[in-house]
Every structure is written in structure tokens, then in C-alpha cells.
């Protein structure tokens, strides 16, 4: 018997090089476990989405299904709302809540991704954003009904077609504990912050919340959409991530069970506390 049998990422690892002609050569028996992950991140980040084979997709299931078994899922009912967490009497303090964490891990009904135009996920091996972290989670199947989304719209729009800022589109999430992945391409902010800006961020949150409404889904956990690699201020951005909520929730209450502010560094858990508490 084969030792490597049961290692579900050496499996996966050998399936990607196969499926793939530049690397099929590469040398990783020595690899070690975390060594091991970045190469099968790396070469899932880089792959074209393209005739995705059984056995390499039972592979890769198997293998993310165990990471993230290791990880351990969240679920809503472990996460506090900020009524709970803070004693807090903003406006609907009982459906809210702030969580810090991989956003991987969360068992809402949606999470949100800040996609980029293309909406094909990330192309730079291991790169940090949470576009990357979510299509690596989620598993090749994300990156290819995306393309074939695209490809619909393309050809109805034109060859030149980019998805446009403050949109909201929603995908299945595969591997991910969530049930879909919904897509949302945020302001890049080079410069200072204008008007024009801020009304682009307000339409992401809006339109996943609509598109939440339109699907029944009654929770979601908000990525800090554009304050990454978009530049967007994170302050500004959490006051109009609030705003846009609340105000849909107005208008919208018994729609939604539980809305998540979900961040990732300090900072942004800093200043959504004080927002919230």
C-alpha cells in the first residue's frame, strides 16, 4: 500500500501537477506540511479555470474538506450580537454583530466577497486579500461559474466587459461552510476620497443586501469591503457599512435574522466596536 494513500494534500498536490503542463514537474516529496499547502494554494491560484476532471475535483474536495475540518467552522449561534457582546442600543443591535476571524470558516447563509472586475478571484499565488482566501476555500468550482458568468455577460454586453463597481453577484460556495458566495467589486480609491466614492461603497452593501432579499437569504457576514487593496478609509468605510445596513433594515427588518461586520485586523475591530457599542 501506497503511504501517501490517506495524505489527502499529497493526493491533491499530484493531481495539480498533472493538470496542469508548466509544473508538472515539480519536485515536492521533501515538502514539508505547511510548504506543501502554499504549493497547492499557489498552483490553484494561478489555474485558468478550464475542464475541471473528476478525480481532480474529488481530490481537491477531499483535501479542503480536511483543512477545513482543522480550521474548525463558526457558526452564528457562537458569535454574539452586539446587544449581547456590548449592552448596545443602536438601531437593530439585536440582528447585528462583529466578528474578527477567517471569513472562511463562518456558517452564515452568505458571505461576501470583495471581488475585482474581472471576477475570476486571484491570480497572484497566496496573496493575502480575502478574494484569494475565499476562492482558495471555496475550491476551483467558484472560479468556474464565475467565468462562465462572465462569459454569458460578455457575450451579451461585449468581448470588453468588466463587472462594474457596486454590484452584487451571487455564486454558489462549494466548499466553503456557507451556502453562496455573494461578489461585490468595491471603489478603488487612489487619490482622496471623493463623493463618488463613498455612493459606489454605499451600492455594495445595498445591492448585497437586496440581492440577500431577493433570494431569502436572512443572514450574512460583510467582508471590510475596498479597505484592503482598494485603499478605501477604513473609518469612512465602517460609518457607510453601518449607515447602508441600518438603513435597509428600516425599511427591510423581518428580511434578515443576522447581519455580520466581519474583519480581520485590529484595526477594523477597534473602530467597528466603538461604532457599535
Known sequence: MNPYDNDKAFVFLEKLKEDSYEYRGLKTDSLGVEEKRAAIR??????????????????QDAY????????????????????????????F?????????????????????????????????????????????????LRAECSRMM?????????????PAGTAVLTKAYNLPCEYVIHTVGPIVYGGLTDAHCETLRSCYEKVLRCCLENGIRSVAFCCISTGEFHFPNEEAARIAFKTVTD????????????????????DLEIYRKLLS
Not at 248 to 267: A, C, I, P
Open 93 to 141: 443591535a439585536g440582528k447585528l454583530s462583529l466578528w474578527q476571524g477567517d471569513i472562511t470558516r463562518l456558517k452564515a447563509e452568505a458571505v461576501v466577497n470583495a471581488a475585482n472586475s474581472q471576477m475570476l478571484g486571484c491570480f497572484v499565488p497566496c496573496h493575502k486579500c480575502i478574494d484569494n482566501a475565499i476562492h482558495s476555500a471555496a475550491g476551483m468550482q
Open 42 to 59: 499557489s498552483l490553484m491560484n494561478i489555474r485558468m479555470p478550464g475542464k475541471e476532471t473528476t478525480a481532480l475535483l474529488r481530490a
Open 64 to 91: 479542503l474538506k480536511e483543512e477545513l475540518d482543522k480550521k474548525g467552522v463558526v457558526t452564528l449561534s457562537e458569535i454574539p450580537t452586539v446587544d449581547e457582546a456590548y449592552g448596545s442600543s443602536v438601531p
Open 248 to 267: 435597509f433594515l428600516t425599511e427591510h427588518e423581518d428580511s434578515m435574522e443576522r447581519v455580520v461586520f466581519n474583519v480581520f485586523k485590529g484595526r
Open 151 to 163: 462569459n454569458e455577460k460578455r457575450m451579451r454586453y461585449g468581448r470588453q466587459y468588466e463587472e
